[in-house]
């Protein structure tokens, strides 16, 4: 394995992610020379200057640290260019004070944990919010939309309008998702914004990520496939949609697939 894949698996095979760290390693696929430790300083830094930590009470620091993160500080959620890849890089994320849900959640996870606070992150469909458990109640907050709160009403109109349908949210939907989880969902935002650009390079780099966090998923051999052959590495790329077709036979982008892999045949033997 690639030196820098196995520290990435090393990294989120932990049993308590690094959520910072696994975040900065995910921006290195955009930024190769990144130094990690500045950014682990920057995180430092702005929970310092909140000074949410030396209020009283849970529910008033949290009150501090969303006014100093979104009022103060100006992070906000990037929906003027939402498939921007810096969206996805904590670094940028810290430059620009701009994001999407996860990386603005995560930034708040961070900061919060640095100040005293238990901040989880909450898988919503097409949405993620952070959940702050306040002794025996859990206060969700979204942090695309300025740190504000969320009830169960807002959350399934949150999940409704990027769906693009109605949403029926379940208990389930406002578990607390793993690092791992995270971390995935994070590579699999990344891994399309890099599609949308065509820059396949860079997606596959995502991919191999992705089977690291998430072998068994044949969706990602699927897509290593996809890369590859638009990287114009026709033989490894094929290889890899006949690996996903012998896995899943019937998924439903089956036929899609085969006409695909029909189609790379054909080429390669056109070349011999």
């Not at 894949?5 to 095979?13: E, K, M, P, S």
């Not at 807002?154 to 793993?178: K, Q, T, Y």
């Not at 990344?190 to 998430?214: K, P």
Request: charge should be positive; include cysteine; aromatic fraction near 4%.
């Amino acid at each position: 394995m690639d030196p820098v894949l196995r520290a990435f698996r090393d990294l989120v095979a932990a049993s308590d992610v690094d959520l910072a760290r696994a975040a900065l390693a995910i921006a290195a696929i955009e930024h190769p020379d990144l130094q990690p430790a500045d950014h682990l300083t920057r995180l430092d830094e702005l929970a310092v200057r909140s000074g949410a930590a030396s209020v009283r009470g849970a529910r008033a620091r949290l009150d501090r640290l969303r006014a100093f993160l979104f009022a103060e500080e100006g992070f906000r959620g990037n929906a003027d260019d939402y498939y921007d890849p810096r969206n996805s890089c904590l670094n940028d994320v810290l430059d620009r004070r701009l994001g999407i849900p996860i990386t603005l959640a995560l930034v708040t996870i961070e900061v919060g944990r640095r100040v005293g606070l238990t901040l989880d992150g909450i898988g919503l469909p097409g949405h993620f919010v952070v959940g702050a458990r306040l002794g025996g109640d859990v206060v969700l907050l979204d942090a695309f939309g300025g740190g504000a709160l969320v009830d169960r009403g807002r959350a399934e109109a949150l999940a409704a309008r990027a769906m693009g349908r109605a949403v029926r949210l379940r208990d389930a939907h406002f578990a607390p998702v793993s690092g791992r989880q995270i971390v995935a969902r994070m590579l699999r935002n990344l891994q399309g914004a890099y599609a949308r650009r065509r820059a396949w390079d860079r997606t596959l780099a995502v991919v191999e990520r992705l089977l690291v966090v998430d072998g068994k998923a044949a969706t990602h051999v699927r897509d290593r496939g996809t890369a590859l052959v638009n990287l114009g590495r026709l033989q490894h790329g094929a290889a890899e949609w006949e690996r996903y077709l012998r896995g899943v036979p019937n998924a439903t982008d089956a036929k899609q697939v085969r006409e695909e892999l029909r189609r790379v045949r054909q080429i390669l033997g056109e070349r011999n």
